[in-house]
């Protein structure tokens, strides 16, 4: 249930799980008064944060509040459960509240520190273009953003990523054009080069397709560790954020830029990672009904195809089964739908 009331804060819950919500507050009083504390505290928070902040901020609230609900019998008297309550939702909020002014202060894109840059973001579904002053292009995929100074004024062309971008970037060897991840940053000076970047993605790639790349990998207690690597054609570099391993691989790139032109190739690949593939390219949302199903592997090929057409064909040449509600996707045990 506490799942449930972070993402109500955050604008994300559902109509299924709304009416779930709603189902607690009627069982009792008590979960009443619980939610009533925690709505009214979060809407008071003295941080000025957008809807964006809260959002992201999300799955760190949820990730710190794993406790189940408390069981409170019968015979308890009703100020002391009240008390209890009230001291819940104060803990809650005071870990909502730490956890959104962590992120105000460290996360590129929170309102604090997005002041005095643009911004531009590509919603799931979409492929936006940008064209930049010294006229270097970026192309994003689906669930991504940016931001930059309009100007790119400085002794370097700055640039922060989080989502997935392909650069063309404008030669000039007296102002470096760089590009902050996290934990890590792409460095060059004129080049071509695609970088995969999602938060929640285990790996994050650097590929490129014409020129040299500085890939450095900062990481360890306060980010002390440093290790980079240059990349030049047909090479990529990969960063492994749970075993925090840097590898250099020899590659076919043109796997990489697929999507720039609506290919989806899938070679061995995980269910899971093609659910996350097929939201940022046709945003719709994806729910396995059954955890196994995740590391299902497959290889397959697409271009310019309908999801549903896609779905199809994954469904009668792999063990699963899927239904679509809107946009939402089942996917299921064989013959589950």
């Not at 009443?32 to 799955?59: A, G, T």
Request: hydrophobic residues 40%; proline residues 2%; contains cysteine.
């Amino acid at each position: 249930m506490n799942q449930l009331i972070a993402k109500y804060f955050a604008g994300e819950i559902s109509e299924d799980e709304m009416g779930q919500l709603r189902g607690w507050l009627e069982s009792s009083v008590e979960n009443k008064l619980l939610f009533d504390d925690l709505k009214q505290n979060w809407e008071s928070l003295e941080l000025q944060s957008s809807p964006n902040d809260k959002s992201r901020v999300l799955n760190r609230v949820k990730a710190k509040i794993k406790a189940d609900e408390p069981i409170v019998e019968k015979e308890v008297k009703r100020l002391f459960v009240r008390s209890w309550y009230r001291m819940a939702a104060s803990v809650i909020v005071a870990i909502s509240v730490g956890t959104l002014a962590w992120y105000q202060i460290n996360e590129p894109f929170s309102t604090l520190n997005t002041l005095g840059y643009e911004v531009s973001d590509c919603e799931a579904g979409m492929q936006k273009e940008i064209l930049l002053v010294d006229g270097s292009h970026v192309f994003m995929n689906g669930d991504s953003r940016v931001k930059y100074k309009k100007e790119l004024s400085g002794d370097e062309r700055n640039i922060f990523l989080e989502g997935e971008a392909f650069f063309d970037v404008a030669r000039n060897v007296k102002k470096p054009f760089v590009i902050g991840l996290d934990g890590a940053e792409v460095k060059v000076l004129g080049t071509s080069f695609n970088i995969k970047a999602y938060p929640e993605d285990k790996l994050m790639e650097t590929s490129v397709l014409t020129g040299k790349v500085s890939f450095k990998h900062t990481h360890g207690i306060w980010e002390k560790d440093q290790e980079s690597m240059f990349l030049v054609p047909g090479q990529k570099g990969v960063i492994n954020h749970e075993s925090e391993e840097f590898d250099q691989f020899n590659v076919d790139n043109q796997y990489d830029v697929a999507w720039m032109k609506n290919k989806l190739i899938f070679n061995n690949t995980s269910l899971l990672e093609i659910t996350k593939t097929l939201y940022r390219m046709y945003g719709v949302n994806f729910k396995l009904t059954d955890g196994s199903l995740e590391d299902l592997k497959i290889t397959a090929d697409f271009e310019n195809e309908e999801l549903e057409e896609i779905m199809k064909i994954l469904e009668m040449t792999s063990e699963f089964s899927y239904k679509m509600e809107n946009d939402l996707v089942f996917i299921g045990k064989k013959d589950e739908f």
